[in-house]
T-cell receptor, first 119, second 109 residues
Framework: GAVVSQHPSWVICKSGTSVKIECRSLDFQATTMFWYRQFPKQSLMLMATSNEGSKATYEQGVEKDKFLINHASLTLSTLTVTSAHPEDSSFYIC???????????????FGQGTRLTVV | RKEVEQDPGPFNVPEGATVAFNCTYSNSASQSFFWYRQDCRKEPKLLMSVYSSGNEDGRFTAQLNRASQYISLLIRDSKLSDSATYLCVVKGGFQKLVFGTGTRLLVSP
């Protein structure tokens, strides 16, 4: 079946540095990918929608200059957390949808997630 | 009011028990509904889609009540391996998925 690969699975970085997270669709093309963030005991919150070849669409309250998204190809989207701070520590997950005939109920596949810890 | 609401639990049940979760959603225009399973520190994985007519997959039964705007998941003959967090997911505008906070299930021997 379709697989979405996310890398790295965990990262620890110093406050003020930047971290790049990659999300790849391995056996299908994804014109749209989604980036989520999940804090402990909370639900996944959509941060932004990544569109291949165009600018990402950010959800309200998400700083586009802090969370840079690049979707340069049909199989790769990247999220860069710039000038990371301890409050950015969270579980970041990407998702891509494989489009099929029944588009409305097309399954969304998730990457393995990246656990970011900023110290 | 949250777009998707679930009882966070935890639901503690013995092996073999039947357990049911409910989820309510606020957007009456929502068209697609799903149950996902998430294990601790892992990504969510699709358990089943929820159709208007209801659907069953082995020990799992999902139902949708559009009039009352709620979705249910029934698990029969619970296994230890069913212990996880079950996420109610609603597809909103622009194909966005809106997640509930999840209901935690603990199945004990």
């Amino acid at each position: 079946g379709a697989v979405v690969s996310q890398h790295p699975s965990w990262v620890i970085c110093k406050s003020g540095t930047s971290v790049k997270i990659e999300c790849r669709s391995l056996d299908f093309q994804a014109t749209t990918m989604f980036w989520y963030r999940q804090f402990p005991k909370q639900s996944l919150m959509l941060m932004a929608t990544s569109n291949e070849g165009s600018k990402a669409t950010y959800e309200q309250g998400v700083e586009k200059d802090k969370f840079l998204i690049n979707h340069a190809s049909l199989t790769l989207s990247t999220l860069t957390v710039t000038s990371a701070h301890p409050e950015d520590s969270s579980f970041y997950i990407c998702s891509a949808r494989k489009q099929g005939l029944r588009f409305l109920n097309t399954e969304a596949f998730f990457g393995q997630g990246t656990r970011l810890t900023v110290v | 009011r949250k777009e998707v609401e679930q009882d966070p639990g935890p639901f503690n049940v013995p092996e073999g028990a039947t357990v049911a979760f409910n989820c309510t959603y606020s957007n009456s225009a929502s068209q697609s509904f799903f149950w996902y399973r998430q294990d601790c520190r892992k990504e969510p994985k699709l358990l089943m889609s929820v159709y208007s007519s209801g659907n069953e997959d082995g020990r799992f039964t999902a139902q949708l009540n559009r009039a009352s705007q709620y979705i249910s998941l029934l698990i029969r003959d619970s296994k230890l391996s069913d212990s996880a967090t079950y996420l109610c997911v609603v597809k909103g505008g622009f194909q966005k998925l809106v997640f509930g906070t999840g209901t935690r299930l603990l199945v004990s021997p």
